[in-house]
């Protein structure tokens, strides 16, 4: 399973974003579960959902993806948060993609 991180699905939903061929890429490469912990959906709702990054178009096709089997709910526990950077796929795209940061 890989739980995928905010930067990386809000790369894939906006066709502008420098990130966005990358991203698509990845996930699509992916073999693994792709879970989404709410908290994050929520985030990238958020995001998306500007004018700017599609609006509620962009934000509707982002939640249709978990009813389509793409992207999975993720229920985390403390444990598994204690992991998330190793198997993060947002750790992996920030920093093979991402600038680098301080």
Do not use: K
């Given at each position: 399973?890989?739980?995928?991180?905010?930067?990386?699905?809000?790369?894939?939903?906006?066709?502008?974003?420098?990130?966005?061929?990358a991203?698509?890429?990845?996930?699509?490469?992916?073999?693994?579960?792709?879970?989404?912990?709410?908290t994050?959906?929520?985030e990238?709702?958020?995001?998306?959902?500007?004018?700017?990054?599609?609006?509620?178009?962009?934000?509707?096709?982002?939640l249709?993806?978990?009813?389509?089997?793409?992207?999975e709910?993720?229920?985390?526990?403390?444990?598994?948060?204690?992991?998330?950077?190793?198997?993060?796929?947002?750790?992996?795209?920030?920093?093979?993609?991402?600038?680098?940061?301080?």
């Open positions: 399973m890989i739980l995928v991180d905010t930067n990386v699905l809000v790369a894939v939903a906006n066709a502008a974003d420098s990130h966005h061929r991203a698509r890429e990845l996930l699509e490469a992916e073999a693994d579960r792709l879970l989404v912990p709410a994050v959906i929520a990238v709702c958020h995001l998306i959902g500007s004018r700017d990054r599609g609006g509620a178009a962009a934000e509707a096709r982002f249709r993806s978990f009813s389509a089997g793409v992207l709910l993720a229920e985390l526990t403390p444990t598994d948060l204690a992991r998330w950077p190793s198997w993060s796929i947002g750790t992996r795209i920030s920093a093979s993609a991402a600038p680098t940061r301080r």
